[in-house]
């Protein structure tokens, strides 16, 4: 069966400083891989996505990811953290069963950004 | 273009009372998944409509329900509630073209309260 773990539940970290959020997967086959970011009480929204090619993915926000088969990893970076990236970040899996697809979530990593 | 809507976005309820959860999907989408989010856990997958039917479920009792309406809206509905389904419920949708790739946009979620 298809798994996401997230090995930190909370991260702190000062503005202005680099982040590197874990994400590790057990999937089967090639997965397709994905980062979104909640506010607190809202929806999540998507940061960015691996399907295949360039192992490095840039998203939105300024986050980047990187896909290593080797290490069954998708950890999520940032070389400079602003005090709006607060917020509980899910990376997910895409699992695909019979055709129909469905996402993976991790539990969740919650990032606090001090001054 | 309105992304993924869902209402209402707050409900309270008393247990063993029955729940129905709406969603529009966004603009050319055709397939809606929902999720359920307990507190401090990653979202998990409910269920799949595509073309009005249920596709793919995942491990919840069959008090959850759905339905998927021609306009490619659709209804989640929760019978005899219990404490433990108080949660968010985000409802994703995604198109089922070849080249979708998994990558579904979530709404705003229900913040579902049982007392």
Known sequence: AQSVTQPDIHITVSEGASLELRCNYSYGATPYLFWYVQSPGQGLQLLLKYFSGDTLVQGIKGFEAEFKRSQSSFNLRKPSVHWSDAAEYFCAVGALNTGFQKLVFGTGTRLLVSP | ?115
């Open chain 2, 1 to 115: 273009d309105a992304g993924v809507t869902q209402s209402p976005t707050h409900l309270i309820k008393t247990r063993g009372q029955q729940v129905t959860l709406r969603c529009s999907p966004k603009s050319g989408h055709d397939t809606v998944s929902w999720y359920q989010q307990a507190l401090g856990q990653g979202p998990q997958f409910i269920f799949q409509y595509y073309e009005e039917e249920e596709r793919q479920r995942g491990n919840f009792p069959d008090r959850f329900s759905g339905h998927q309406f021609p306009n490619y809206s659709s209804e989640l509905n929760v019978n005899a509630l219990l404490l433990g389904d108080s949660a968010l419920y985000l409802c994703a949708s995604s198109f089922s073209g070849l080249d979708n790739k998994f990558e579904a946009f979530f709404g705003q979620g229900t913040r579902l309260t049982v007392v």
